[in-house]
């Protein structure tokens, strides 16, 4: 979710409207009228989904929106930019609420986890949120003809809260308009996703999404390609990447992978300090490197490349594996990315996939 949050600096600012989402919502706003009422936008993390449903729920709530954009002029604008629109309603986990600086999370605000003090906040959308939300969504609107509810991110609803939405997908008020945002549909109810209209975000091209990382980068863009690749080409998480000092740590963990490849690191040590990155972060970098390995073994070169240091070591030696063994590499990687939500021991995943590393440089 932190990657899809970008937003201007104060809490009732818009968010940016990101240039990759333009043709999709060309698309949105020609059938703006006869939109259905309840819409998944799912994509993966860091393309701007809970931005765009922002200024697509302004543009529902605008009383003179021009092809599908708001005016930003009118008393329903006003209201929504300032954060009070009473037929806006959105809910998050109060984990991210409490944390987001964007006109969502000042919203969710009028929606806590419980009516009961807790010591911690929830990183769930929770059953009470949901009750309180269609009670409120029930109500005629205030201001216009129409209310919006939003839910980001939506597979944070525990299973109780899931069930007790589709009383308002089955039946939803005349007039309002569901909007879902989701990085990981799958992890939603088969009976949630079914009632809702799809609409997919796409990563921009390669060019397209360097040139705007490189723009938006503050001059801390040398290895803007390895992280637009490790971020699966979403700009907004190679972004935060970039602003939590990212390079500098990829630069630590290539220089890892070179030293156990020529014996002067062990697998356990360094996958105690990889540990302290984060698994999740190092096993996307090491499916990036590997993925160039494999391209450069079929002899991809130049800015089909993420990685440079996928053909030239340091020394100016070439890497030179079987592509048949580093096809059953990337394959235990991303076999490990999919189990890290689960009760995974980190340290081990990470021992084992390095000291694999070694066995392949072995093999060269």
Request: glycine share 8%; net charge neutral; aromatic share 6%.
């Amino acid at each position: 979710m932190a990657a899809d949050n970008f937003s201007a600096s104060s809490i009732s600012a818009m968010p940016e409207r990101y240039p990759w989402n333009e043709d999709l919502w060309s698309t949105l706003t020609q059938q703006f009228e006869r939109l259905p009422h309840a819409l998944l936008l799912h994509g993966r993390p860091g393309l701007g989904k809970h931005a765009f449903a922002v200024h697509l729920a302004q543009s529902l709530l605008c009383a003179r929106p021009e092809a599908g954009v708001a005016c930003s002029m009118c008393q329903s604008c006003q209201l929504f930019i300032a954060g009070t629109h009473p037929d806006m309603l959105v809910l998050q986990p109060e984990a991210i609420a409490e944390s987001a600086e964007d006109l969502g999370g000042q919203y969710a605000a009028r929606y806590p986890a419980s009516d009961k003090k807790r010591e911690r906040v929830s990183a769930d959308i929770t059953i009470y949120q949901i009750r309180c939300l269609i009670e409120d969504a029930q109500t005629r609107p205030f201001v216009g003809n129409r209310k919006v509810v939003l839910l980001s991110p939506a597979e944070a609803m525990n299973i109780s809260a899931a069930n007790s939405l589709l009383k308002l997908l089955e039946e939803p008020p005349l007039g309002s308009m569901l909007l879902l945002v989701t990085s990981h549909p799958a992890r939603l109810p088969a009976t949630i996703r079914s009632r809702c209209s799809h609409i997919l975000f796409k990563s921009p091209s390669r060019s397209a999404g360097l040139a705007w990382l490189q723009s938006h980068s503050d001059g801390k863009a040398e290895s803007a390609a390895g992280l637009l690749e490790m971020a699966g080409g979403a700009p907004l998480l190679a972004k935060s990447l970039i602003e939590e000092g990212f390079p500098e740590i990829r630069a630590g963990l290539l220089k890892d992978l070179d030293n156990l490849r020529s014996g002067r690191e062990e697998p356990v040590a360094c996958a105690a300090r990889w540990k302290g990155v984060g698994a999740k972060h190092c096993l996307g970098l090491l499916h990036g490197f590997v993925s160039d390995l494999i391209k450069a073994g079929l002899g991809v070169s130049g800015p089909a490349l993420a990685n440079s240091e996928a053909t030239l070591l340091p020394g100016g030696n070439k890497y030179k594996y079987k592509l048949s063994e580093l096809y059953k590499f990337i394959d235990v990687i991303s076999d490990y990315y999919r189990l890290l939500r689960g009760p995974l021991d980190e340290l081990l995943m990470l021992e084992d996939v390095l000291i694999r590393w070694v066995r392949l440089s072995r093999l060269q």
